[in-house]
Structures are given as structure tokens and as C-alpha cells.
Nanobody, 126 residues
Framework: VQLQASGGGLVQPGGPLRLSCAAS????????MGWFRQRPGKEREFVAA????????YYADSVKGRFTISRDDGQNTVYLQMNSLKPEDTAVYYC????????????????????WGQGTLVTVSS
């Protein structure tokens, strides 16, 4: 599967932004989808994920209650709605896919994802 992330940009603190991850080559309904980010000077970290079947979604503690991952099967696209953005959310955001039905303990680990988008930069600043 090929992934194309988009939607990054400059946003003021407290503002919203929605990232998109369009997939080609395979339907998303058969994939576990995740969002990861790499903040300046930091290692890449887990942000959010959605199981390939059922309603299960997972979030990093730092974004819980502010970010929402969703999937549109008709558009074959996964979204990351980000609200109440903070300067510390500044990062390059990556979407990722796994054909595996990952369990809770695995879904946050980037090594379990084998397809990655190119990344989109989000800058939160006034």
C-alpha cells in the first residue's frame, strides 16, 4: 500500500488542523492505521491508531481528548483531527499502515507497521 500524507501547515496555539492520509493499492478496511510524529530533536513517537476492524482507537496520553483518528472507506483515507494545538505538538507527522490485526500492546510500536507515508510538517506557533 502507498500512503500520501497531507494537511500540515502553520497554526496558532489553540487552533485546529486536520491531517489526511490517502491510501492506494489496498483498501484501508483491511489495515491497521497509525499516526506517529517526530518532534525536533526527538525520536519518532506514537500519536494515534485505529484497528482494522471494529471501533478500537488508541491515543498517546499527550494527545488524548484533543486528537481524533478516523477513517473514510469511501475515500480510502484516514484522518487525524487535531484540536487545541500546543507548541509542543510541532512535529513532522507520519501515517503508517499494517496488514496485521495488532493487539493493544503492539499497536503503539512503529516496528509493527510496514508502510509509511512521507510525513507532513505541523508547526504550532503564534
Amino acid at each position: 500500500v502507498q500512503l500520501q500524507a497531507s494537511g500540515g501547515g502553520l497554526v496558532q496555539p489553540g487552533g485546529p488542523l486536520r491531517l489526511s492520509c490517502a491510501a492506494s493499492g489496498r483498501t484501508l478496511s483491511g489495515l491497521t492505521m497509525g499516526w506517529f510524529r517526530q518532534r525536533p530533536g526527538k525520536e519518532r513517537e506514537f500519536v494515534a491508531a485505529r484497528k482494522r476492524s471494529g471501533p478500537g482507537t488508541y491515543y498517546a496520553d499527550s494527545v488524548k481528548g484533543r486528537f481524533t483518528i478516523s477513517r473514510d472507506d469511501g475515500q480510502n483515507t484516514v484522518y487525524l483531527q487535531m484540536n487545541s494545538l500546543k507548541p509542543e505538538d510541532t512535529a513532522v507527522y507520519y501515517c503508517a499502515a499494517s496488514p496485521l490485526g495488532l493487539i493493544t500492546s503492539e499497536i503503539r510500536r512503529e516496528k509493527n507497521y510496514d508502510s509509511w507515508g512521507q510525513g507532513t510538517l505541523v508547526t504550532v506557533s503564534s
